[in-house]
């Protein structure tokens, strides 16, 4: 239950229901090694990177495959989300290529997330020249349906600061339909805020290609949002 819990975005009822569970098991099972990731992650999302941490001390303690690259995961992204630019950069950079490669989405989108609020452009430059390596060969689940709409709109933002207004689109197209895999409404509407402000805030008029392009995406998403 704490598992459904945490997939339905409940996250202060996945925390209780697994400290109520964690306190009854004694011995280390693979569920309990999820039902505790799930509890981390839970933290994570309700911003108390202090628990996140905390919890982690335990978790990587356990001994399955998953383990070792959601604890490398988790404590470079709360840094992240804790502004600890000078300790987060290193350790992404080097779990970057220590996970597995359908893992390095997860910090390829944390270094661009700092390098676009820094202003780091050319770290990106240099980062999605290397994007066959740390995309996910198969994207099977919805988290990584999700990650890599992530991507491609942090990418999508990239180039068109940069001037590359064409190959944004693609990347801002390509950000839509991975979020419409999974139904991410929200992420789907700050996509399409991200692609309109750039065109605002720069005065520049959005051709009218695009204005089909996402059209079609948008009700090809919501088409099978209806069904």
Not at 8 to 15: H, L, T
Not at 27 to 44: F, G, P, V, W
Not at 139 to 157: A, C, D, F, N
Not at 191 to 204: G, H, L, Q, R, V
Request: glycine letters at 4%; one cysteine or more; proline letters at 2%.
């Amino acid at each position: 239950m704490a598992l459904q819990a945490f997939a339905i975005k409940k996250y202060k009822q996945c925390i209780k229901l697994c400290e109520s569970g964690l306190a009854l098991e004694t011995n280390d099972t693979e569920l309990k090694a999820r039902a505790y990731l799930a509890m981390i992650n839970s933290y994570y999302f309700l911003d108390q990177f202090d628990a996140v941490e905390k919890h982690l001390d335990v978790f990587e303690k356990f001994e399955y495959d998953f383990v070792s690259d959601s604890t490398k995961i988790n404590r470079a992204a709360t840094k992240v989300r804790k502004k600890e630019y000078d300790e987060a950069i290193p350790m992404l950079k080097t779990y970057l290529w220590e996970l597995a490669q359908e893992n390095r989405i997860h910090m390829a989108n944390e270094l661009l997330d700092i390098y676009l609020e820094t202003g780091n452009l050319d770290k990106i430059t240099e980062l999605i020249k290397k994007e066959k390596d740390l995309l996910p060969r198969k994207v099977e689940t919805p988290y990584k349906h999700l990650s890599l709409g992530i991507y491609y709109q942090r990418k999508g933002s990239y180039q068109v600061q940069t001037g590359l207004i064409p190959e944004g689109m693609e990347s801002f197209i390509k950000s839509l339909r991975a979020y419409g895999e999974i139904h991410a409404l929200e992420e789907i509407m700050k996509c399409i805020n991200d692609i309109f402000s750039f065109f605002s805030k720069n005065s520049i008029s959005i051709d009218i290609q695009y204005v089909t392009e996402l059209s079609n995406v948008y009700n090809s998403i919501t088409g099978k949002i209806r069904k």
